[in-house]
């Protein structure tokens, strides 16, 4: 069991080294060696656990697909309105792109010109807005003349535009920076933003989740190899027919 627990370990942290390589220098610019010694292993046991760089690649951005199912699964039933968990969601999100290395170098694999992503963490994150603005929208929470489409644009560039820019100040990706974009936005999204009582700062479970965030535990547990890959490619698809999150309508 030691040695198993062993392995697992030096398996999560390759991955932890590899993300950390891709953030600073993208994936074609990252090598095996480097990421084999800042991870503290030799390059025989890198390879013992992944073929290839690209196996590497692969694993980091299943451990990033997984910590983002994690995140936008968090739907507490019938606890707030489809309007504040997305308030809440994407709090945490920006909070853990700022902290987790490995989440933060999945997303950028997928803006990466020289890697094919197998799992679209963007576009997952999009159709999540997507499945929380349609539920706001059915359940009456959306101004009459707000397009939707214009709506999930609007709030998915705006935590991508939180990632890019955290790279070189990481105030973009704060709570406070986060609160200001939901205080301009709400009024514009919700029918009637005083009787929603919306909190464009979040509820005290995602402040509390935020403030908690500080070097992260991985909320991935990465013991198998890449075919995992395919299953949370799938996980995050399903957020297109909305089938991985039930929030109750009021």
Known sequence: MAKQDRAVRTRQELIR??????NRGGF??????????????????LHFHFSNKRALGEAVEAAAARTLHHIMGSCPVGAHSPLQLLVDTSHI??????????????????????????????????NWVRFMLTLASGEGDLAADVALNDAV??????????????????EWCSR????????????RLSADPAAAGIDAAGTGASRAVCRDAGDPAPLWDDAGGVDEGTEDSALLAAWSEGESCTVSHR
Request: charged share 20%; net charge negative; proline share 2%.
């Open 28 to 45: 074609a610019q990252s090598s095996l060696t480097e990421i084999s010694t800042r991870a503290g292993v030799s390059n025989g046991a």
């Open 93 to 126: 999100l920006a909070q853990r792109l700022t902290d987790d290395d490995v989440l933060r170098a999945g997303f950028r694999l997928g803006n990466d010109a020289t890697w094919h992503p197998r799992a679209q963490l963007w576009m997952a994150w999009r």
């Open 153 to 170: 644009a609007a709030v998915t560039a705006a935590v991508v535009g939180f990632e890019v820019l955290g790279r070189a100040d990481v």
């Open 176 to 187: 406070e920076s986060v609160t200001r974009f939901w205080t301009l936005m709400l009024p």
């Open 17 to 22: 080294s590899a993300a950390e390589a891709f």
